[in-house]
């Protein structure tokens, strides 16, 4: 517990929170209308007013949709784009050193867009929930809209840093020295595989699913970007 903090901790109990209020969930959905869903119901219902207190006494929540959102969005983006674009650019040029600056040109671009786009995104979002609220104020009327307590710069600065992290991880392998996609689609399906787990842990997700659905998605995007550079290879004469 000291190697990783209060803070690990806590996303672990809450994680495991999760998890069980799922399996509860699921087994109530199962035995609707009989006696046992009846006592599941009340277990239900006494952890979900009371789960607050049970993980994070004296604390506030460490597992926030919008953070899981916002990493996720970027480490996929990131790993599956650039993942692309170095399959695409081996099957248009096959050389290291083009597809080397290629793909880190495009994961810089990338990484911009993607901090640009979330921040304008959450930025007009955040202006039109505060109108609205303004205006229930000056109508002297409740207002039933929640004023937005997401940062846009921040979750901009998350989306952009953590697409570069995913961006890094099927460039390396090229870095060192790989002349082909094959290294760089291991190194990110392995990625794929440890952050897909991580997440689904932390957010309750299906965990086989979410890395099944993740690895079809990656293998879909290497075999149509190569094509698509073989096809333009060929196309186009491109010749080094």
Partial sequence: MQLFGS????????????????KYLALWREYQG????????????????HEDLLVTALTERKINAEKI???FLGLNDGLVEILGAVSGFFGAFGEATMVLVAALTTA???ALSMAAGTFLALSSEKEVKTT????????????DVAPMEESPIRSALVVGAAYIAGAIVPVLP???????????????????????TILSFLSG????RRIVLNLIILAIAVGVTYAIGVFAKTLWGIAL
């Fill in 7 to 22: 803070t690990a901790v806590h996303l672990v109990l809450e994680a495991i929170e999760v998890h069980g209020i799922r």
């Fill in 34 to 49: 009989q006696p046992l869903g009846e006592a599941l119901q009340g277990i239900l219902m006494d952890e979900f007013k």
């Fill in 69 to 71: 959102r916002n990493v």
């Fill in 108 to 110: 810089v671009a990338g």
């Fill in 132 to 143: 609205e609220i303004a205006k229930k104020i000056f109508l002297g009327e409740a207002s």
């Fill in 174 to 196: 090229v870095l060192f020295g790989a002349t082909n996609a094959l290294f760089s689609l291991i190194t990110a399906g392995l990625m794929v595989v440890f952050v897909s």
């Fill in 205 to 208: 997700m299906d965990m086989m």
